[in-house]
């Protein structure tokens, strides 16, 4: 009777983890690297929505038709939707009122800056998709997809808070992997986010006036601002840290993926120069040239290219031939901008750690990116600037870039050079010998001068406003190179560069949008399956791409 007693009727329990438990830079920092995950990583056929969108541009090789079991099929998409609701957005969530309740000004504002990039993303890629319904848990366990633009209206609304918030911002994350805890940069980012949104709608609305305050305000115009996750060398048991298409492709196994033949054909030969990046985006492994089972494409009056020459060994677009055991053979990426290694002729199957060792980059958005969507706004509607100077500014930020990356890896690559005794013949049988540094192949100052000059002569020779933005179309979707998803917006919104390669199969009706995960449609009675030609909100050009 006179004993005190405790009362075991215990709610909470101490060893069980709670959100408030959460620490606010883990949660943004696996936010953070889930978003890239969901964006960039590259498997076997599990991959990120970079390499979806891609293939379906040319930028890499799509192996057979659209929706094919290797292609954007609803089955191939289960982890980027995962990575981007279940582990990015989820993650913000839980962020977000711990944050505000220490009010982490910083972290709430890099946080909303992710959870637009990401919405902005699912919008862009699948159109109507989950949202206010979305991340309820067993409140709302079947969530019903809303209309694109409604998203698309509210994230610009994010955005502003984020600014705010950054505005604000006394203390910054400690493991920021963007920006390293810059809140001017972040601001920047957002403000250009919303550049990008409303240089994307421009078909359904006149945006000039939005545009033309960002761009006063303040947009990424320089590379020391560039919105971009770095990769690094490391490979561990416990972790993979090196860009995923060097990890994919840099091996002992040699490349897994194939390069698309008429992304590198424009790179090689289409203004009858080599482009100054050419060496830097892809790898030649051999210096022999495909014959026999290796270049089965040959007479084929369906292929456009089957093999462009100059050792330079890819594939046409939805073409799906059995697989030649030539993994050491095939072209593959370069340094730039998967941290590959430079193409100096040396001529050497990929192994681990050539080139750059994977610290490469994946590009979200970059000045040169910038430049070339402010010349297409000022070309169609009037926004602040020339669009010609802006085109020859997207030429050289793009050249500067590619010139500057990774330079130390051009340097040792350049060490040991290989060049064929004659340079005019593909004779499969010829030796090789130690040459001189091709300087014709690096992004010289002449190089790039005659390049842009080439580009803006054609130009001023165009007689079109139309002829015009498909130059400069062709120009930024060169300087895409590692972004998939910005050229797979810039075509459906354009329908150019109009001279798109055809597909060498009946490859079916060109994506407008992509299939539902599997997972999601299969689950989730309110997520039926739509048709691929279905558009997304801002997409209203013709239903001719192909």
């Given at each position: 009777?006179g ?6 009727d ?28 969901a ?11 970079n ?64 959870k ?114 770095k ?49 830097y ?22 292929i456009?290219?089957c ?8 594939r ?95 340097t ?37 001068n ?17 002829e ?22 810039m ?6 560069p ?14 407008r949008?992509f ?7 299969a ?12 558009k997304?909100f ?9």
């Amino acid at each position: 009777m006179g004993c005190e007693t405790t009362n075991l009727d215990l709610l909470n329990n101490p060893s069980e983890l709670t959100p408030e438990s959460a620490d606010p830079d883990l949660l943004l920092n696996n936010a953070q690297l889930r978003f890239v995950a969901a964006i960039a990583y590259n498997e076997d056929n599990e991959d990120g929505l970079n390499v979806r969108a891609a293939e379906t541009v040319r930028m890499q090789h799509l192996f057979g038709n659209y929706s094919g079991p290797f292609a954007a099929s609803n089955g191939s998409l289960d982890d980027a939707w995962k990575d981007l609701y279940r582990e990015t957005l989820q993650d913000i969530n839980v962020l977000l009122p711990i944050a505000e309740e220490r009010d982490l000004q910083g972290h709430i504002g890099i946080a909303k800056v992710i959870k637009a990039f990401a919405f902005v993303t699912l919008v862009d890629i699948w159109g109507d998709v989950p949202y206010s319904e979305a991340l309820q848990g067993s409140a709302v366990i079947a969530p019903n997809v809303e209309d694109g633009q409604v998203i698309y209206n509210d994230m610009l609304v994010v955005l502003d808070e984020a600014i705010a918030a950054l505005n604000n911002a006394s203390i910054m994350p400690a493991d920021d992997l963007f920006y390293a805890g810059d809140a001017s940069k972040w601001i920047t980012a957002a403000r250009t986010l919303k550049f990008k949104m409303y240089a994307q709608m421009r078909l359904i609305g006149n945006f000039q006036s939005e545009i033309n305050t960002l761009i006063s305000q303040g947009i990424i115009d320089d590379a020391s601002e560039d919105l971009e996750f770095k990769y690094s060398t490391v490979s561990s048991a416990t972790g993979e840290s090196r860009h995923p298409y060097y990890a994919l492709c840099y091996d002992s196994d040699g490349a897994d993926d194939f390069m698309n033949n008429y992304y590198m054909y424009l790179l090689k030969d289409d203004k009858g120069f080599n482009d100054p990046r050419l060496r830097y985006y892809f790898y030649r492994q051999t210096p022999t040239a495909p014959e026999g089972d290796f270049l089965d494409c040959e007479g084929d009056a369906v292929i456009n290219f089957c093999y462009i020459g100059d050792f330079y060994w890819g594939r046409d677009h939805g073409y799906d031939a059995g697989v030649d055991p030539d993994q050491l053979l095939r072209t593959t990426y370069g340094l730039y901008p998967v941290g590959g290694a430079y193409d100096g002729d040396d001529f050497k199957p990929v192994t681990n750690n050539v080139g750059a060792g994977g610290a490469g980059i994946f590009p979200f958005m970059l000045s040169s990116y910038v430049k070339f969507l402010m010349a297409e706004s000022a070309l169609t509607i009037g926004t602040t600037g020339n669009p010609r100077t802006l085109l020859e500014e997207g030429i050289r930020a793009s050249m500067d870039k590619v010139a500057n990356f990774q330079s130390s890896a051009i340097t040792a690559s350049l060490s040991n050079i290989l060049i064929p005794d004659d340079p005019d013949t593909e004779d499969v049988n010829e030796e090789v010998t130690v040459g001189d540094r091709p300087e014709e192949y690096l992004i010289t100052t002449d190089n790039v001068n005659n390049y842009v000059d080439y580009v803006l002569d054609a130009y001023d020779a165009a007689t079109s406003d139309e002829e015009r933005l498909d130059i400069i179309m062709k120009e930024y979707y060169i300087a895409l190179w590692g972004n998939g998803i910005e050229a797979y917006n810039m075509y459906r919104r354009t329908s150019m560069p109009s001279d798109m390669s055809d597909p060498v199969i009946e490859a079916g009706s060109f994506m407008r949008s992509f299939l539902y995960p599997a997972a999601e449609s299969a689950t989730n009675p309110n997520i039926p399956e739509k048709p691929v030609t279905t558009k997304v909100f801002w997409d209203t050009n013709p239903d001719n791409l192909k």
